[in-house]
């Protein structure tokens, strides 16, 4: 398996991710499962197959993060589609992954089998897929937020507002998990749990963020649309820590989470 066979395994992926899409709009929830389910075991099939073939996990590099994070998205939107039937989250979590698989698509990057001495610990797995999972999680809590602030018309269901706080506080939870196996991780690695370099600080920073909207929703008179705001502003954060972090001066050859940029 290489990284040329991705395209139609993407495709196919895509179009049963838009038939449940499609198929959720009709209110035929068989097919909106079936199709999407479908489309999960396609693209998580690719996943596995590049896996074996690089004979490591495929996590290293941005474009293969990417690849867990197209998967949890329409994941996630078939979660939230199970537990409370919102009928457009399948078509925006499917559009969502698109953007990711076409960025893989339009720019790809080196895939061998070259693993670092660092990447080779039996924490690297799990803290990178666990953060993946909370990055797609707090993505739908990001899309709701904007669904709410900027779509819906009429005034915000306290049902609704629900649904936006269930999904941080599982995105928090596995954030917390992931930032949790990653100072093992580093305790391993470099004989420290936590050294404040610019990548571990902007994961503070999202992780506070995440925080204090949990806590802001926790006031008696909190103002809905503020909570909405501090809400998409946390997100815009977690792109920082996730991939805004390679751009920044400070974290060129200071960072230990920038071993990928020549990639």
Known sequence: MSWEHFIYFAIAS???WA?????AWRNRSTIAYSATILGLLVFFAFILLMWISLERPPLRTMGETRLWYSFFLPLAGLIVYSRWKYKWIL?????????FICVNLFKPEIHDKT???ALQSPWFAPHVIVYM??????????????YLLFIKKSGIAAEEFDITDNLVYVGLAFLTIGMLFGALWAKEAWGHYW???????????TWLAYLIYVHYRQLPRHRERLALWILIGSFVLLQMCW???????????S?????????
């Not at 038939?19 to 198929?23: E, P």
């Not at 078509?91 to 953007?99: E, P, Q, Y």
């Not at 960072?255 to 990639?263: A, E, G, K, L």
């Open 115 to 117: 693993l670092m001495p």
């Open 19 to 23: 038939v449940g899409a499609w198929s």
């Open 255 to 263: 960072s230990v989470h920038t071993y990928n940029i020549s990639d």
């Open 133 to 146: 999972f909370a990055y797609a999680v707090l993505g739908a809590a990001a899309v709701m937020a904007i």
């Open 14 to 16: 895509v179009l049963l």
């Open 91 to 99: 078509s925006f979590s499917t559009i969502l992954a698109l953007v």
């Open 195 to 205: 050294s404040w370099d610019p990548k571990e600080t902007w994961a503070a920073i």
């Open 243 to 253: 991939w805004g972090i390679n751009y920044l001066p400070s974290a060129q050859g």
